[in-house]
């Protein structure tokens, strides 16, 4: 895929549009909150505030959208998909990651705003319902999973918390590993797509 402008929805302080610029996209970060489009301001990013559901760009203008855990956030999570649809150029990429499996809701979902979790089935729905093809879809987080579903069973609220350095580099070690193993068909934290727009 050659890079070109893209959009990173949901970007928070602007991590992965960093990620982005790195690889060669002229990226926009678009975040919901003051806060977190603050930050991405303050490291140099183009940045907008507006919601997934309503996305201020030009049809068919970006080779390249992402949006990391925004779906689960709506009721109406297909209006979101549409628009990344109808951002999308055509042969444009999206790249989209959410939550999986009720089976693990717990108060951190509640504490976090997610209004749900997905199956396989349900998140390529949405997807295809749409008007984008569905191109690959895989299980993340699938080491984690039974160390986040025993923390969550017990958690009051979100876990999202600052990790000791050892614990954080722990985690970050069986991410890492997990990229090289053959786990991606089993039951993860999160589940991520890869989609296209034909026309």
Known sequence: MRPGRALDIGAAGGGNTRVLWAYGWRPLALEYSAAGAGVARERGLDVIRADARHLPVPSASLGLVVAFDILEHFDEDHLAAGE????????????????????????????????????????????????????????????LRPVAAWRRRRSTGSDLDDLPPVVNLGLRTII????YLPV????????????????
């Open 84 to 143: 990344i649809r109808r951002a999308l150029r055509p042969g444009g990429t999206a790249l989209i990651a959410v939550p999986a499996d009720m089976r693990l809701w717990s108060a951190h979902d509640v504490a976090v705003g997610h209004v749900r979790r997905y199956d396989r089935a349900g998140l390529r729905a949405v997807v295809e319902k749409a008007g984008l093809v569905v191109d690959e879809l895989w299980s993340w987080n699938v080491l």
């Open 176 to 179: 890492t590993a997990e990229r």
């Open 184 to 199: 991606r068909a089993l039951p993860g934290v999160s589940l991520m797509l890869r989609a296209h727009r034909l026309s």
